[in-house]
């Protein structure tokens, strides 16, 4: 049973170098994923991979049926699974085109479904998440960079915000003051959601922009897809390190 998954973000709805063997398309009690599950070969290992906002980047943030997502993946047989983020650098650490492995969340989105047990909870389902990624999956992500001598940061907090709009200065400068190293859209409920369902998760995050107020100038989809491209190329390779090891 293929233990891995990958969930690709903006820039990777599909990854080349997948070999795919079988498209799962999983109906869920929560609704249906972003997309099919692609299950194939990834540098001669098994892997499953599924594109967060669909095939074409068609759902955004606030609508990706997230409770869907993980529990195909569950479903699937998968235990343990890597994102891959582009986000918005913070701290001064974090210029575009920097890789980090986040340790720590800091969720500012509303309305998401939060728990497969919103309809079916009982105190027992208020689970632990003072530590919400993985330590030894984000181990495997630092030491196969090292192997691959990937430049990357370890640590960092994520700011989960709703989007699908980029957020304010002002908005901003709070989560730096509040302690926010770097914000992205995604990153929330998909943590808590893995938790929930035993599997365990990490992140990989590829700083595509200067968040808001930290730049001269516009932020723009151009230049995101533009660092997105060059940063990809080590996020493969990274990634084939980690499958070949795992
Ligand atoms: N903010 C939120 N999400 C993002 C950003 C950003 O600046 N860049 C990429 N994803």
């Known amino acids: 049973m293929t ?7 903006t820039g990777l709805t599909s990854l080349s ?3 795919v063997t079988d498209k799962q398309f999983i109906e869920t009690p929560f609704g249906q994923p972003s997309s099919a599950l692609f299950m194939g070969r990834f540098a001669g290992k098994k892997v499953v991979f599924l594109p967060r906002h669909g095939e074409g980047h068609t759902v955004p ?8 997502n993980l529990w195909a993946l569950k479903h699937a047989g998968i235990s343990k699974v890597i994102s891959i983020a582009a986000v918005g650098g913070i701290h001064d650490d974090l210029a575009p085109g920097t890789l980090a492995v986040p340790e720590q969340i800091i969720d500012y989105t509303y309305g998401r479904e939060q728990s497969f047990y919103s309809d079916n909870f009982s105190p027992d389902k208020h689970l632990d998440f003072s530590y919400p990624y993985t330590e030894s999956l984000r181990k495997l992500i630092l030491d196969s960079a090292d192997k691959q001598q990937i430049a990357i940061k ?8 709703q989007g699908p709009r980029l957020e304010t200065a002002a908005e901003i400068k709070r ?20 938790r929930e369902l035993g ?4 992140c990989c995050a590829l700083m595509v ?8 100038g516009v932020i723009t989809m151009k230049h995101i897809e533009q660092t997105i491209n060059e940063g990809m190329t080590e996020i493969k390779q990274l990634l084939a390190e ?5």
């Open 242 to 246: 980690i499958i070949q090891t795992q």
């Open 61 to 68: 943030p606030h609508k990706i049926n997230y409770r869907a």
């Open 17 to 19: 170098g997948l070999e």
């Open 199 to 202: 599997i365990d998760y990490a």
């Open 209 to 216: 922009n200067w968040a808001a107020g930290l730049s001269d």
């Open 3 to 9: 233990g891995l998954a990958i969930i690709g973000g």
């Open 175 to 194: 989560l730096k003051q509040d302690g926010c190293d770097m914000v992205g859209m995604t990153g929330m409920p998909e943590a808590y959601l893995a």
């Open 154 to 161: 370890n640590g960092g907090v994520y700011g989960a915000t």
